[in-house]
């Protein structure tokens, strides 16, 4: 169950919590959660939020969180969505580190030796292919798009 914090009125003063984020809260003002929880969350004026509209789901690059409920004319809630970026440092940085493994096993293993023993053509098609590779995160899909197909020269 989600509850939040009202005024006198009724009010929304809170985002929805869980019971468990509620009991760290008052931890951390130094407080412990009292043994009959759903008893001081009325004395406190926590209000159970209805289950409502399912969660949507979220557009690429975004997650969805609960916001502050609505209270309607008739007293009752509504619960409400919003989409927040994810960070950069989820997602797309481990699409960026896949990317890296993935140039550094087929590009930087390729010896200048054998560099030289392919066509031009062949040479042209790495270019290519490794641009491709370098281009990723210009693509709408970003992050979730597949590496390009390898090269014949570097296929073997």
Request: proline residues 10%; hydrophobic residues 35%.
């Amino acid at each position: 169950m989600l509850y939040f914090k009202v005024d006198a009125n009724g009010n929304p003063l809170s985002t929805p919590q869980t019971e468990d984020e509620i009991k760290a809260e008052l931890l951390d003002q130094g407080t412990i959660a009292p043994a009959n929880l759903s008893g001081w969350l009325v004395e406190n004026k926590y209000v159970e939020l209805p289950v409502g509209e399912p969660m949507p789901m979220a557009p690429l690059g975004k997650k969805t969180v609960s916001s502050m409920p609505v209270k309607n004319a008739d007293g009752s809630y509504t619960r409400q969505w919003t989409f927040a970026d994810l960070p950069v440092s989820g997602i797309e940085a481990q699409a960026r580190a896949n990317r890296e493994s993935y140039l550094k096993t087929f590009v930087d293993s390729i010896s200048p030796l054998r560099w030289e023993s392919w066509s031009e053509a062949q040479k042209e098609e790495v270019r290519q292919w490794y641009q491709a590779v370098l281009n990723l995160p210009n693509d709408p899909a970003w992050p979730n798009v597949a590496m390009p197909e390898l090269p014949t020269p570097i296929k073997g």
